[in-house]
């Protein structure tokens, strides 16, 4: 496979990780730090969270399928559904499962509590914090803390970086972006469609449309989901609560944690595993 070429949309260049997989991507910088969090810290497998051989595995917020790929290649037999909505990312999901998914189905949508058509804001600069619900005040903290969380623990002797230095980085980020209709899906919908007994595993990382995706499951099917890892966003801390609260009502016992990459963002981690 050629290191550069074009695919739909997407320019798409090839990473090369360090267990030897050849990663069609968007942008090195933003893989790396994926790639480390998904293959080396096993973000998704802490708390008691765990997949077996066999099982299925529900990827929403998929990006390029890095976690699908994770699951595809250390499991055995696992069944996994991907969902990207990006018109410019999706492609390079579909290019990686077919590589390294033999078991795993993209799906160019994203989920949420009603079928409906919403506007996806896509930054070409940092495909991961692409969502449906962009805020340039919101962002623009993000960015800037997991800049300066990423640049303290490369250089942890030096200072931080010169104001004018961290805002150029910042506006490069934001400052380029393209908007797209794009479909929604409730979860429960699709969750019928597939025909599967159970999910699992249901991982989100959805930029913040999390509360959204868990009012797309209906109560019947609340007991299929035996275990979620969701990213969340809550930068007036009251997403938080209310999420674990939801899902303690539903019979799932959570722990919350903060990554050190994402101190100050309001971003963290909520693992639920069902209660027996």
């Known amino acids: 496979?050629?290191?550069?070429?074009?695919?739909?949309?997407?320019?798409?260049?090839?990473f090369r990780t360090p267990c030897g997989l050849s990663i069609a991507h968007v942008a090195k910088a933003e893989t790396t730090f994926a790639y480390k969090e998904i293959f080396e810290d096993k973000i998704y497998f802490q708390h008691g969270i765990e997949v077996r051989d066999g099982d299925c595995v529900f990827d929403v917020g998929a990006?390029?399928?890095?976690?699908?790929?994770?699951?595809?290649?250390?499991?055995?037999?696992?069944?996994?559904?991907?969902?990207?909505?990006?018109?410019?990312?999706?492609?390079?999901?579909?290019?990686?499962?077919?590589?390294?998914?033999?078991?795993?189905?993209a799906y160019p949508f994203g989920l949420a509590d009603e079928e409906r058509q919403a506007t996806f804001t896509y930054y070409p600069a940092y495909s991961i914090m692409s969502g449906f619900h962009a805020s340039d005040v919101d962002n623009r903290i993000a960015a800037r803390a997991v800049i300066l969380n990423q640049w303290h623990e490369r250089f942890p002797q030096q200072e931080d970086p010169e104001e004018r230095f961290l805002e150029e980085l910042v506006d490069g980020i934001l400052?380029?972006?393209?908007?797209?209709p794009c479909r929604l899906r409730r979860l429960s919908?699709?969750?019928?469609?597939?025909?599967?007994?159970?999910?699992?595993?249901l991982k989100i990382d959805a930029e913040g449309s999390e509360s959204e995706i868990l009012a797309g499951i209906d109560p019947a099917d609340w007991p299929r989901i035996r275990q979620m890892v969701l990213e969340v966003h809550d930068p007036d801390h009251t997403r938080g609560p209310a999420i674990r609260d939801l899902l303690e009502s539903k019979h799932y016992e959570c722990v919350s944690r903060e990554e050190a990459q994402f101190r100050s963002t309001g971003i963290s981690n909520c693992y639920a595993r069902r209660r027996c």
């Open 63 to 105: 990006n390029i399928g890095l976690f699908t790929i994770f699951v595809q290649e250390r499991y055995r037999d696992v069944t996994s559904f991907s969902f990207e909505p990006s018109p410019e990312v999706f492609p390079l999901l579909q290019l990686n499962i077919a590589k390294y998914g033999s078991r795993a189905r």
């Open 189 to 201: 919908d699709v969750f019928r469609e597939t025909g599967v007994a159970e999910i699992s595993l």
């Open 1 to 14: 496979m050629a290191d550069e070429a074009i695919v739909g949309k997407a320019s798409k260049s090839i």
């Open 175 to 180: 400052n380029r972006k393209t908007e797209y």
